[in-house]
């Protein structure tokens, strides 16, 4: 009898139970379709970091698209040592958020929190503008989780604005096409998402810890009419800027589905 590979996907919003502005459902049963292509994976589901613990101890592969939850100190040291060990995990979209607490500026502008939880994942999310239509750089091709990518390519998604927080980070994909809002220097005191060129700022990376890796993927925003909360998009997405009820963005793009395909063969060995 084969020995099955143990993949953990943890895929929610923030209170427990809602959508945070994203369509869940949908993602959750997107990454479940594409591990289900692989008849050696089981997958375990959860809707935050409760309990990681229990969830993480024979795994080989953590995937988490989330919005809102992150992991507690108790939680990123479970996740650090488990990657020590040789544990792989896939970050996706709002995985580099977390709790966000008011400036008390006018424009009601909230700042997000840094946490251990961002220093285990290598990245912190500070702010994205609207959704847009953004030329993507592959950085490093020769990365398994670039294998098949065009050198550049078009995605429309949420542009974030993620700080890389340490130097051994290889960058795998990034934009130059982000109209950084004047409140993030003011909140932040600079904009620390810029990468060496001081044009770039990386869309996706990988970071080697101990005997595993984490890898950080920002595309990947969709919504549905119940779910949106976008305000606006930008003009690239729409002349009116009115957002449309239905996004999915990068989910229908076969570049999307490679990064995804190739993501979970990194972590899974396959």
Same mark, same amino acid.
């Given at each position: 009898?084969?020995?099955?590979?143990?993949?953990?996907?943890?895929?929610?919003? !923030?209170?427990?139970?809602?959508?945070?502005?994203?369509?869940?459902?949908?993602?959750?049963?997107? $990454?479940?379709?594409?591990?289900?292509?692989?008849?050696?994976?089981?997958? #375990?589901?959860?809707?935050? !970091?409760?309990?990681?613990?229990?969830?993480?101890?024979?795994?080989?592969?953590? $995937?988490?698209?989330?919005?809102?939850?992150?992991?507690?100190?108790?939680?990123?040291?479970?996740?650090?040592?488990?990657?020590?060990?040789?544990?792989?995990?896939?970050?996706?979209?709002?995985?580099?958020?977390?709790?966000?607490?008011?400036?008390?500026?006018?424009?009601?502008?909230?700042?997000?929190?840094? #946490?251990?939880?961002?220093?285990? /994942?290598?990245?912190?999310? /500070?702010?994205?503008?609207?959704?847009?239509?953004?030329?993507? #750089?592959?950085?490093?091709?020769?990365?398994?989780?670039?294998?098949?990518?065009?050198?550049? !390519?078009?995605?429309?998604?949420?542009?974030?604005?993620?700080?890389?927080?340490?130097?051994?980070?290889?960058?795998? /994909?990034?934009?130059?096409?982000?109209?950084?809002?004047?409140?993030?220097?003011?909140?932040?005191?600079?904009?620390?998402?810029?990468?060496?060129?001081?044009?770039?700022?990386?869309?996706? !990376?990988?970071?080697?810890?101990?005997?595993?890796?984490?890898?950080?993927?920002?595309?990947?925003?969709?919504?549905?009419?119940?779910?949106?909360? *976008?305000?606006?998009?930008?003009?690239?997405?729409?002349?009116?800027?009115?957002?449309?009820?239905?996004?999915?963005?990068?989910?229908? #793009?076969?570049?999307?589905? *490679?990064?995804?395909?190739?993501?979970?063969?990194?972590?899974?060995?396959?």
């Amino acid at each position: 009898m084969s020995t099955a590979t143990r993949v953990h996907l943890v895929a929610g919003g !923030f209170p427990p139970g809602q959508h945070a502005g994203h369509d869940m459902d949908f993602a959750r049963l997107r $990454i479940l379709e594409a591990l289900q292509k692989d008849p050696q994976v089981h997958t #375990t589901v959860t809707g935050d !970091f409760t309990d990681c613990d229990k969830w993480l101890g024979d795994c080989q592969l953590l $995937i988490t698209y989330v919005a809102g939850p992150f992991a507690d100190d108790h939680q990123a040291s479970v996740i650090r040592e488990w990657l020590n060990g040789g544990g792989r995990w896939l970050a996706l979209h709002g995985s580099s958020g977390g709790k966000a607490v008011r400036t008390g500026r006018d424009d009601g502008a909230r700042k997000w929190v840094k #946490t251990e939880h961002h220093e285990v /994942l290598g990245g912190f999310f /500070l702010t994205h503008p609207p959704i847009r239509e953004m030329n993507v #750089t592959v950085e490093n091709a020769t990365h398994p989780l670039t294998k098949g990518l065009p050198n550049t !390519f078009k995605v429309q998604d949420e542009p974030y604005l993620v700080e890389v927080m340490h130097d051994d980070t290889q960058v795998l /994909l990034s934009t130059k096409d982000i109209d950084v809002p004047r409140a993030v220097a003011e909140i932040y005191g600079d904009d620390h998402s810029l990468l060496e060129d001081g044009e770039s700022h990386a869309l996706g !990376f990988v970071r080697e810890i101990g005997k595993g890796s984490v890898a950080y993927i920002a595309l990947g925003h969709t919504h549905s009419p119940t779910t949106n909360m *976008q305000v606006s998009v930008h003009e690239s997405v729409s002349k009116d800027r009115v957002p449309p009820l239905d996004f999915r963005g990068v989910w229908e #793009t076969d570049v999307y589905n *490679q990064i995804l395909s190739n993501a979970i063969g990194w972590g899974t060995g396959g």
